[in-house]
């Protein structure tokens, strides 16, 4: 008689399910970004750093390391301090009272340094954020994580206000809006509700990671587009300056009070009245 094959065992069968993968290999993990395969180009950045890093010279491993925008170096920069700070609480819970008594004073005044502006990261906090925010997701998730706060499960508009910050104070092709912050800020809002018209599938002023991953134009690519080119004009997708002032135009030319709101009478008056009240 003929034996017959035996069944394969666990260790030999392929892996087929991954927890919070989208399907199709969507959000899994990048093979490349463990922190094991990574681990010498971290050391390298922060050699020359062994006290810690300052956001200013923050850039390169935003977008070398990290690969995102460049204008992501400030709030990526606190995001690792906030998430260091996370793990010293949890560690506070840990410890005896006579323990952490005796180390009170020392601990806030770690916290305070970790939360100002001029707070540094060190190889160690860099690495914990690597091992928990990096490596076990992909471009898009990495993307969606550090955009929304922690402790929420979606962005808001708000949440982009950071990064378009920066993005004002360091684009070239922005360079000219520095002497007029009120202009600043209408352009911010403009690219966040351009961003909600395009990728807000439920229309309830909020993008979930799915939103973000099937965004038509791309979200991600978009601010790939913007980080990369001086002429903020080519980046038709969300940033372009003229695009905004055409809009900012058609605004001021129906808002006829100046209360930078529109009423049904102010809609009314768009494209030669070509509304109607029944419209």
Request: charged letters at 30%; glycine letters at 4%; a negative charge.
């Amino acid at each position: 008689a003929t034996s017959q094959p035996s069944a394969p065992s666990a260790k030999e069968l392929p892996r087929f399910f991954f927890p919070g993968e989208g399907g199709r290999g969507r959000g899994r993990a990048l093979l490349h970004d463990t922190l094991d395969q990574r681990s010498s180009e971290i050391q390298a950045q922060f050699k020359e750093y062994p006290q810690g890093m300052s956001h200013e010279n923050f850039v390169a491993v935003t977008k070398d390391l990290c690969n995102l925008p460049s204008f992501f170096s400030t709030p990526l920069h606190q995001r690792v301090r906030l998430l260091w700070l996370e793990k010293l609480k949890k560690e506070e819970g840990e410890k005896k009272d006579k323990e952490l008594k005796m180390n009170e004073a020392a601990l806030k005044q770690q916290r305070d340094a970790l939360l100002s502006e001029d707070g540094l990261v060190t190889e160690e906090m860099f690495r914990c954020f690597w091992a928990l925010e990096i490596a076990p997701y992909d471009r898009w998730d990495r993307f969606f994580r550090l955009i929304k706060r922690p402790e929420r499960r979606f962005i808001f508009p708000s949440d982009f206000d950071p990064f378009l910050r920066e993005l004002l104070k360091y684009h070239p092709g922005l360079e000219f809006l520095e002497s007029a912050p009120e202009f600043q800020d209408k352009y911010m809002r403009t690219v966040t509700a351009r961003i909600f018209y395009s990728s807000d599938t439920s229309q309830r002023w909020r993008l979930s990671a799915r939103d973000v991953r099937r965004s038509k134009p791309g979200l991600l690519d978009a601010f790939d587009a913007v980080d990369e080119n001086d002429d903020i004009n080519t980046v038709h997708q969300f940033f372009s300056y003229e695009h905004f002032y055409v809009l900012y135009c058609k605004f001021w030319e129906l808002d006829t009070d100046r209360d930078f709101l529109l009423s049904r009478d102010d809609l009314l008056r768009y494209g030669g009245h070509a509304l109607t009240r029944h419209t």
